[in-house]
Nanobody, 115 residues
Framework: VQLQASGGGLVQPGGSLRLSCSVA????????MGWYRQASGEQRELVAS???????FYADSVKGRFTISRDNTKNTVYLQMNALKPEDTAVYYC??????????WGQGTQVTVSS
C-alpha cells in the first residue's frame, strides 16, 4: 500500500480530529505532500500541503483551523483539524502534489461534521 489515510470519523461542529497518512518511502522522501478532500457531488480540492522542509500552504477555507505536519522519520503526514464545521464534511485523501508520483487516490478517510 503506497498511501494509507486514517483518523476520520463523526464529530460535532467545533470538534477536532487528527488525520494521519502513512506513505511509501519512495513517494514521501523529498515530496511536497498534500491533504485533499472531496465532498459529495463536488470536485476534489487541495486543503493543505507541506514541503519536505516544512513550508506549508492552506486553502483559505481552513486557514487558522487546520495544521499540516509531517514526520520525515516515519514517512507520515498529519492533518490536525480544529473548530470543524459541517462544510468540512468530505472524504480526505493524501497524495503528493506532483501528479507523476501518484498511483491513484485510495479510499481516503471519511470526515463527517454533524450534530
Amino acid at each position: 500500500v503506497q498511501l494509507q489515510a486514517s483518523g476520520g470519523g463523526l464529530v460535532q461542529p467545533g470538534g477536532s480530529l487528527r488525520l494521519s497518512c502513512s506513505v511509501a518511502e519512495r513517494i514521501f522522501v523529498g515530496s511536497v505532500m498534500g491533504w485533499y478532500r472531496q465532498a459529495s457531488g463536488e470536485q476534489r480540492e487541495l486543503v493543505a500541503s507541506i514541503t519536505s522542509a516544512g513550508s506549508t500552504f492552506y486553502a483559505d477555507s481552513v486557514k487558522g483551523r487546520f495544521t499540516i505536519s509531517r514526520d520525515n522519520t516515519k514517512n507520515t503526514v498529519y492533518l490536525q483539524m480544529n473548530a470543524l464545521k459541517p462544510e468540512d464534511t468530505a472524504v480526505y485523501y493524501c497524495n503528493p502534489l506532483n501528479p507523476s508520483l501518484r498511483s491513484g487516490w485510495g479510499q481516503g478517510t471519511q470526515v463527517t461534521v454533524s450534530s
